[in-house]
């Protein structure tokens, strides 16, 4: 039909499999914490992969597409009252929205960081532990602890939002960012495989970094320590 609004690409592939992959990885890591005991060695995995695709999505938010970058969709107290309006148009991200992408990845941030330094008094120790100390440990532990309500209520607003759309304003949000296609808008450019690469590259330094490989081996206990004493 001649009033369709015809569909365009908005999301690029990267921007859409770091996405999902972030669901599957903050899923991941708060079903095996809640696990506890062997699950903790999935809950420290994941936490290195959200730290990696964090890295990569604020490299991608400047080097991405045009609707990846956050100079396109970041903007200030006047677009959010013209949205709220009703008068704001446009493709990709609205200008709520941005806060809400922002306020995530802030969070997963702070709980991925102070993640790589904590301990649960039993057998998980985070993969920088050894930089810090137990009573360090201790207070990024608390810290940890305490961002983990903010993740979960960060995610209850997003899948809300995502009802609000579908039920109140019947647009989907979750079909784009399976296919990339959105009624309106001008298609996204920009993004190609150089700046893609640079990207991953930051992400993988990211994650050898915080996994703690590049950390020197502690010394060997001395021989015979921990026997029981001869007579």
Known sequence: MDGELKQVRVWDLPTRVFHWALVLCVTGSLVSVKIGGNAMVWHGRCGLAVIGLLVFRLAWGFLGSTYARFAQFVRGPAAIRAYLRGEWRGAGHNPLGALSVLAMLGALLLLAGTGLFANDDIAFEGPLYALVGKAFSDRLTALHNLFEPLILLLVAAHLCAIA???????????????????????????????????????????????????????????????????F
């Open 164 to 230: 609000y759309y579908v039920r109140i304003r019947g647009e989907t949000l979750i079909l784009p960012m399976i296919t990339g296609r959105k009624a309106g808008g001008e298609p996204a450019r920009g993004g190609g495989t150089a700046v893609f690469c640079i990207a991953l590259a930051l992400a993988l330094a990211a994650v050898y970094g915080a996994s703690g490989a590049w950390l020197p081996e502690p010394p060997a206990a001395p021989a015979g320590a921990g026997s029981a004493p001869s």
